[in-house]
């Protein structure tokens, strides 16, 4: 999970407020999940969410990688549209008093509730967690665990009191709560204790063994370029004349390959970071 600024790419214009379908959709909605739970005839089926230019929007503005665990869905799926907070169903805490609560219906077009998810992200499945080698179900599907469940937003203009344990990219600043294993950074662990990165690890699966494993591909890329660069920055006092040129071009290349792993179009670029900033600056001395 990496920060990504909302602004970067402009709502599309399905979702405005103005357009017919969107604001028709809304207001049947709003009918439908008016009625109690018990007493409704049927499913209420969105459509607006799924238009081609809503996926077309958050893949810009998620650079083709998934909004919770960086990897590029683009090599072997299409996106999910992800409801940050969901649509039409919660699974709700044991101890949550509201059981009639059925979803943040009225934010289903919301621009600001829309991310882009990989599949193993968004939809619940068993899954090895490769943190402690035991199967568990990860993946989102409908839950929205918040602090206080007394406090869950039931109606639109609630939303201010609820405090969500689930981190939203387009909100806050990831590395605020997570980070890299220091004895194994292709794990991801809680920051100081965080419950909103340990409820975003568990929930999004962060750590399931797929995704773990293409992160330590990426890691020993990153610690190769890392090697090298120290390497080549050993030679350098010793080396003089034509050798010297070339060994100064190998070192800005290897800086170049570098800064381009800590770009945020870079899967896993969390990791990327820590590792690479944490390396030059400790062991390099060389501040990022
Ligand atoms: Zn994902």
């Known amino acids: 999970?990496?920060?990504?600024?909302?602004?970067?790419?402009?709502?599309?214009?399905?979702?405005?407020?103005?357009?017919?379908?969107?604001?028709?959709?809304?207001?049947?909605?709003?009918?439908?999940?008016?009625?109690?739970?018990?007493?409704?005839?049927?499913?209420?089926?969105?459509?607006?969410y799924k238009d081609e230019s809503v996926k077309a929007a958050l893949e810009a503005l998620f650079l083709g990688k998934c909004a919770y665990c960086e990897s590029r869905y683009t090599a072997t799926q299409p996106l999910d549209v992800e409801h940050w907070r969901p649509k039409s169903d919660v699974k709700l805490a044991a101890w949550e008093t509201c059981t009639d609560f059925t979803g943040y219906y009225w934010l289903a077009s919301e621009w600001d509730n829309l991310l882009a998810s990989c599949i193993d992200c968004n939809r619940r499945r068993k899954q090895i967690d490769a943190f402690t080698g035991g199967m568990t179900a990860s993946g989102k599907a409908t839950a929205f665990p918040i602090r206080d469940a007394t406090q869950r937003a039931g109606a639109p203009g609630e939303l201010a009191t609820e405090q969500p344990l689930l981190l939203n990219p387009c909100v806050e600043d990831p590395s605020d709560h997570l980070q890299p294993h220091p004895d194994d950074e292709s794990l991801l662990v809680a920051k100081r204790g965080s419950d909103r990165g340990t409820a975003s690890i568990e929930v999004y699966g962060l750590n399931r063994a797929g995704l773990v494993l293409a992160r330590r591909e990426q890691l020993f890329r990153v610690r190769h370029h890392l090697y090298q660069l120290t390497k080549l920055l050993e030679l350098a006092p010793r080396t003089?004349?034509?050798?010297?040129?070339?060994?100064?071009?190998?070192?800005?290349?290897?800086?170049?390959?570098?800064?381009?792993?800590?770009?945020?179009?870079?899967?896993?670029?969390?990791?990327?970071?820590?590792?690479?900033?944490?390396?030059?600056?400790?062991?390099?001395?060389?501040?990022?």
């Open 240 to 288: 003089r004349g034509r050798r010297l040129y070339l060994v100064e071009e190998l070192i800005a290349r290897e800086l170049a390959v570098l800064a381009a792993m800590r770009r945020t179009s870079e899967p896993y670029s969390l990791m990327n970071r820590t590792v690479i900033d944490g390396y030059l600056r400790e062991t390099l001395g060389i501040t990022p």
């Open 1 to 48: 999970v990496i920060l990504v600024n909302r602004n970067r790419v402009p709502a599309p214009p399905v979702l405005a407020a103005q357009n017919a379908r969107a604001a028709q959709e809304r207001a049947r909605a709003a009918t439908f999940f008016s009625v109690p739970k018990a007493q409704r005839k049927g499913t209420f089926t969105f459509r607006i």
